[in-house]
């Protein structure tokens, strides 16, 4: 595994690539112009849009290896690494690349909105997978972009590219529903999945151990990254997948009032609660009543359907 390249600014990627910085702040690659491109793992400091097509060997993003399809868009956010690890280099690759600075959006709209745009955290085998029409939207969009940083540079420059960067993302977020829509089969599969990881955490010392299921343990045994994972139950079911576990954790407790006679705080602390009013919040939160309310009126015969 070779040593990683820390690029800080644009300046420094396009250095790596030989070609001339315009902007110091954004820049927009078209790897047609590089002749050469040297295979290394690189840490971003700033947010890149990837479109390859052209690549030789297996895409290390994070700790995974992904051998990269042509024609799909790959996101990456600043501090990630992301690269070709083999030693070899590629004659004549093809592709984009969009690369902006954070500070290029520091006190913006689009700043405030990153936090929407989930899928610069995804893992590179999530990557957005466009038709024909959506690579030709995107490439409308990088046109745009393009022909702006032509200019000489002046006090419209970074509001048009955020702006042209922000149609840019919204219709990456449209693209992505498409994908999650299309997909649908595979989707049921993994929440299928996910309920029968749920089911089969509590029956072991799990609990006890490492306390209650979060999103990013259940999105690891799944082997997705947490967004991606979240994004993907809230297209399917409409909640988010803390909201189902949280579903998850208070059936399994349910079901322990009825069939034990142990009391709310064992059942807390053998489910993962820290401390047995945490339960008895949620519990509340999520059935409507506390659990010794939900236990009494169960053996009474007078609880509603609804819980």
């Not at 947010?47 to 993003?61: A, M, N, R």
């Not at 590179?124 to 745009?144: D, I, K, P, W, Y």
């Not at 979060?214 to 082997?223: G, R």
């Not at 399917?236 to 705080?265: C, F, P």
Request: with cysteine; aromatic share 12%; glycine share 6%.
């Amino acid at each position: 595994m070779g040593e990683i390249l820390n690029l800080n600014t644009i300046h420094d990627y396009n250095v790596f690539l030989g070609l001339e910085t315009l902007n110091p702040l954004v820049s927009f690659v078209d790897f047609s112009r590089v002749e050469v491109l040297v295979h290394r793992r690189k840490c971003f400091n700033f947010y890149g849009i990837f479109l390859k097509e052209k690549i030789h060997g297996p895409l290390v993003y994070g700790r995974s290896k992904y051998d990269y399809q042509e024609g799909t868009l790959v996101f990456v956010a600043p501090g990630q690494v992301a690269g070709i690890d083999d030693d070899g280099e590629t004659i004549h690759p093809q592709g984009y690349a969009l690369l902006f600075h954070p500070d290029l959006i520091r006190g913006t709209s689009l700043a405030r909105r990153m936090k929407e745009y989930t899928f610069f955290s995804y893992e590179v085998n999530e990557a957005l997978h466009m038709s024909e029409r959506e690579r030709q939207t995107v490439f409308n969009c990088f046109g745009e972009i393009e022909e702006e940083l032509q200019h000489t540079i002046d006090k419209h420059s970074r509001s048009i590219i955020v702006s042209n960067i922000e149609v840019l993302l919204n219709h990456c977020l449209r693209f992505y529903d498409r994908q999650f829509a299309t997909r649908e089969a595979i989707n049921s599969d993994v929440l299928t999945r996910f309920e029968t990881l749920l089911d089969g955490y509590f029956d072991t010392e799990k609990p006890v151990e490492l306390g209650l299921p979060s999103v990013a343990w259940c999105a690891d045994q799944l082997h997705f990254s947490a967004n991606y994972f979240g994004d993907l139950v809230k297209k399917q079911t409409g909640k988010s997948a803390i909201e189902y576990i949280h579903l998850a954790i208070i059936n399994k407790v349910k079901d322990r009032l009825l069939e034990t006679n142990k009391t709310v705080s064992e059942i807390a602390y053998e489910t993962g609660f820290q401390y047995p009013h945490h339960l008895s919040r949620l519990f509340k939160k999520v059935a409507g009543c506390t659990p010794n309310e939900y236990r009494n009126s169960i053996v009474r015969g007078g609880i509603s359907e609804s819980r």
